[in-house]
């Protein structure tokens, strides 16, 4: 009994992490129909603030919660306003460009900081038990903060001015302009706050994970199946999609073992794609957010 | 040179470049000598020290007059963590610079992807790696330590220390699997039981479910295999379940790229792990040897692992051999080589096994103590038993096979 509730902890802290992973670009993908190549390395940039910042003394919890999704969100302003914002509507171009940037962030961070840097952080929580098994409370509290976090968009999307205008941008962009949205300026805020949340993702995660210049490659390939998986709709597309690949990955990985855990979340990402070449929300829950 | 590799060339490093831009005119009255390694890309963090290293031991045998009256010229080729670099730029150093030898490889993987090449062209290759053992070639020298050398040390060490039933984690390709029989091998030569075997892709990063199952198996001791920057996760999450100091960790890989500096002292604090060289290596060339990597590198030396300072003790033990056939003709090298060549350095004496092509040398046990490996055993002068099993090259020279290319049973070690 213990057993399996740890066990079903972990397959929970598999899709949290997954969605926390994905969440950044999604809402950059679903909004604005841009493929953000440099994805892991924005994660990568995050993980990195926090390192630095800590190493220079800064207390890890303002660091990971404050630092991070500032830095990285005002790197994605920067990145839409002297790049992104030239290639709309080009989207192998804009392939290409971000591309090019995140071979341009690995190459800045190591060339700054070497091929790796030392740390001393470690998660600022200690483990919970459950009868006879632990498990981490910090992974428990990144599941909290992801279903926060999801929630946060939610209610964004759903109840501000901003939300409004950037749905209406996104289903009829011409329209929305025509009614006087600053097409543009909702764009911008976009990909800034699709940077922030990932500099978040990144800077939560660097407890957990190696903080290294080339980390990013690790994550971009699962995040970006996730995103196509779920499809264009930003919340219900990253939670469906999260759900789905992250419960086979646990479930296969607990079987089996994490070579077949891959493998069976990637043929679960193929059938599903082929099943429904838009994605879970191509199909189903369509109208959602 | 194309405008393409005048391109990979410079963004990999400007500095690095410029000696292959110029390679060509000062062939005739420099020695080339070559090296491949992973300078960008996720390998980096074991082929950056190496390349800082070897590039110390060229400066250090120029300045102590070069050999043979001539200075030797370093020729340094980035395979930015893809394989299909290293064949291109093995080609490249054998047909194109006429390299002497060629240093270079850093995964299992990319060695078996240049060692035939050379082979092929004849140049002198040297792999200054530990790894799984079982390279029998007569043009290959392989001074890094073999598993004989290392984990048949450190397992019982940990199995004294922590008890007798062992879990294994290993990377997923052919270092991680082998490693792992031998693992096995040593934990049941020592009378113990292995509970279990997992293998990861390279780019897992999420290890809640292994950790998991590590708690239901209930093992005494885990020892790891797993392999770069990814797998670092697995220790961080490991100390973060509460389960370090539950279950202690040995490993055969943790270190060699500096990994005890990307996880802080609660994390890492107790992991024992094995390898030829440590930075806290108590002799005078190695005091020496450090003191020079302060003042060529300054703020920006790296940390020093078996990797980095068995880079620099391959290239000398090249320059020894040279300077002792009185030409740099890779037969009479070979023969120098194979004569029971040794070199005094930082990690202690390492002489050339002729059965065999690898190493004798000191073999050191650490534990992990705030981000520095403490010595707590030393054995001096440890022959490659391992590949000594499988391979003879006194009795046939002409071979050129990686005997462990199918697992440890297929070359007829028993597990």
Redesign the interface.
Same mark, same amino acid.
């Given at each position: 009994m213990d *057993?399996f509730a740890? $066990?079903i902890l =972990?397959?929970v802290?598999?899709i949290s992490?997954l969605a926390l992973i994905s969440l950044g670009l999604a809402i950059i993908f679903g909004m604005m129909r841009v493929i953000n190549l440099a994805h892991g390395e924005f994660l990568m940039l995050g993980g990195y603030t926090v390192v630095v910042a800590t190493n220079a003394g800064v207390n890890v919890w303002l660091a990971m919660l404050v630092l991070a999704p500032l830095l990285v969100g005002v790197v994605g302003v920067l990145t839409e306003r002297l790049l992104i914002r030239w290639l709309y509507g080009r989207m192998i171009d804009t392939l290409l460009a971000t591309w090019g940037l995140s071979l341009f962030f @690995?190459?800045l961070v #190591?060339s700054i900081f070497?091929?790796?840097? /030392? #740390? #001393? @952080?470690?998660?600022p *929580?200690?483990?919970v038990?459950i009868g006879?098994? $632990?498990?981490?409370?910090?992974?428990m509290f990144l599941i909290g903060v992801t279903l926060a976090l999801l929630l946060a968009v939610w209610l964004t999307l759903r109840f501000t001015k901003l939300g409004l205008v950037s749905r209406g941008a996104m289903q009829n962009a011409e329209m929305a302009s025509a009614l006087g949205v600053s097409t543009r300026r909702v764009y911008m805020i976009t990909f800034g706050l699709g940077a922030a949340v990932t500099g978040l993702a990144g800077g939560l995660l660097a !407890?957990?994970?190696?903080?290294? !210049?080339?980390?990013g490659?690790?994550?971009i390939?699962k995040a970006f199946i996730t995103v196509i998986s779920g499809g264009a709709a930003i919340l219900a597309g990253t939670a469906s999609a999260a759900t789905l690949l992250g419960g086979v990955n646990?479930v296969f990985?607990?079987l089996t073992?994490?070579?077949f855990?891959?493998v069976a979340m990637l043929l679960a990402a193929i059938v599903l794609l082929r099943l429904m070449p838009r994605g879970i929300t191509g199909s189903i829950f369509r109208k959602s957010l | 040179m194309t405008t393409r590799r005048r391109f990979l060339a410079g963004?990999s490093a400007a500095a690095l470049a410029t000696p292959a831009l110029t390679g060509r005119a000062f062939a005739q009255d420099r020695i080339p000598f070559a090296s491949i390694l992973d300078l960008?890309?996720?390998l %980096?963090?074991y082929?950056?020290p190496m390349a800082d290293t070897t590039r110390l031991a060229i400066e250090d045998i120029n300045a102590a007059g070069g050999l043979l009256g001539r200075e030797v010229e370093l020729i340094l080729y980035d395979a930015q /963590?893809s394989i299909q670099f290293y064949t291109q730029y093995a080609t490249q150093a054998a047909a194109g610079d006429r390299a002497a030898t060629v240093h270079g490889g850093i995964t299992s993987a990319s060695r078996e992807a240049i060692r035939p090449t050379l082979a092929r062209f004849e140049t002198l290759y040297f792999y200054n790696v530990q790894y799984e053992g079982g390279v029998c070639d007569y043009n290959n020298f392989n001074t890094g330590s073999t598993p004989a050398q290392t984990v048949a040390k450190v397992v019982p060490h940990v199995m004294n220390k922590w008890g007798k039933k062992v879990y294994i984690v290993a990377a %997923?390709y052919n270092y991680g699997q082998i490693t792992a029989q031998w693992m096995q091998k040593f934990v049941k030569d020592n009378g113990g039981e292995t509970l279990a075997v997992?293998?990861?892709?390279l %780019?897992?990063?999420?290890f809640? !479910? #292994?950790? =998991?199952?590590i $708690? =239901?198996a209930k093992p005494d001791l885990v020892i790891s295999a797993l392999v770069g920057?990814?797998?670092?996760?697995f220790y961080? $999450?490991y100390?973060?379940?509460?389960?370090k100091n539950?279950i202690p960790i040995a490993s055969t890989t943790f270190g060699v790229?500096?990994?005890h500096? *990307? @996880? /802080?002292?609660?994390?890492g604090d107790g992991m024992i792990c094995s390898y030829g060289y440590f930075e806290m290596v108590d002799n005078p060339r190695n005091a020496a040897f450090k003191a020079r990597m302060q003042e060529r590198y300054g703020a %920006?030396a790296?940390a020093l692992n078996e990797l980095a300072v068995r880079s620099y003790e391959g290239a000398m033990l090249w320059a020894e051999a040279v300077k002792a056939a009185g030409t740099t003709d890779r037969l009479p090298v070979i023969e120098a080589l194979r004569a029971g060549l040794s070199y005094d350095g930082p990690s202690g004496t390492v002489t050339i096994d002729p059965q065999t092509h690898h190493a004798s040398m000191n073999v050191y046990i650490g534990e992990l103590e705030n =981000?520095d490996f403490r010595i707590l055993e030393s054995f001096e002068n440890q022959p490659p038993a391992d590949t000594q099993l499988v391979c003879d090259l006194n009795a046939n020279p002409n071979q050129n096979v990686f005997k462990f290319e199918n697992g440890l049973e297929a070359a007829g070690i028993e597990l």
């Open positions: *057993l740890a $066990q =972990q397959i802290y598999g992490n @690995i190459g #190591t070497g091929a790796s840097t /030392s #740390t #001393t @952080i470690s998660p *929580l200690g483990p038990r006879e098994y $632990q498990v981490s409370g910090y992974e !407890p957990m994970t190696g903080v290294l !210049p080339t980390i490659a690790v994550y390939a646990g990985t607990f073992g994490p070579t855990g891959e | 963004a960008s890309g996720g %980096d963090i082929g950056r /963590s %997923d997992e293998f990861f892709p %780019d897992v990063t999420n809640g !479910p #292994t950790i =998991q199952k $708690q =239901q920057g990814a797998h670092v996760s961080r $999450q100390a973060a379940a509460g389960m539950e790229g500096n990994e500096k *990307l @996880i /802080s002292p609660e994390e %920006d790296p =981000q």
